[in-house]
């Protein structure tokens, strides 16, 4: 794995935070780590970019996600089924938008909200979880993936969980060459925001 086989692509979010930035992996298997906002600007920047180094979205084999927020999850949708799509396994009930789930933090957030002195208005609140999905995606993984272990075709990278600011949160290490693709660890012109989610049901809350 050398310095050329790790490409950065920077694709624009509809948020305050900015661009957010892909890597193409060009291990065994053709990787994209993270897709991007569903937004068709983000489709358009991707693909210009992947154009630039000869390759086409078709090409891509794998996405591995770092988390499953809709700036870095979203365009998984712009990818045909037959691509692995891999990530922790808390990616799941927000990248599928299952409706119970969405539901259960409904009931999970009404409860938290007064006891944090903040008002709960109920037609406000499903605005709000509805909003965070705006740009996101409805995809399911096709494998799930723990701190410790590697990754088909992306030979020495290995996957650390980093929760915090997603309970969803992994990193890849490449340890010979001491890389590290790190995702919303560490931004440049903000602090990494802890983000309050529900726990799983019948779990306690996690403190980020
Ligand atoms: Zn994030």
């Keep these: 794995m050398t310095t050329e086989d790790v490409i950065a692509i920077r694709v624009p979010t509809p948020f305050a935070v900015g661009d957010v ?76 938008q299952n409706q119970a789930f969405m539901d259960w933090q409904k009931r999970f957030f009404q409860k938290l909200l007064p006891e944090l002195g903040v008002p709960f208005d109920t037609g406000k609140a499903e605005k709000l979880i509805r909003s965070a999905y705006a740009f996101s995606c409805t995809r399911s993984l096709t494998k799930s993936i723990r701190e410790g272990m590697g990754i088909d075709g992306l030979e020495g990278w290995s996957v650390l969980e980093m929760p915090g600011h997603a309970e969803s949160h992994i990193v890849l290490f490449h340890e010979k060459s001491g890389r590290m693709l790190g995702g919303d660890l560490l931004l440049a012109n903000s602090s990494s925001n802890p983000i309050l989610e529900a726990p799983k049901a019948g779990d306690v809350r996690s403190k980020p």
């Design 21 to 96: 930035i892909v890597y193409l992996v060009k291990g065994d298997a053709l990787t994209l780590i993270d897709a991007g906002p569903n937004t068709k600007e983000a489709a358009r920047a991707l693909q210009e970019q992947l154009a630039a180094v000869n390759v086409k979205l078709s090409d891509i084999e794998q996405v591995v996600l770092t988390h499953h927020h809709a700036d870095h999850a979203g365009l998984l949708d712009v990818f045909s089924d037959e691509i692995e799509v891999i990530g922790h396994a808390f990616n799941e009930p927000y990248i599928s």
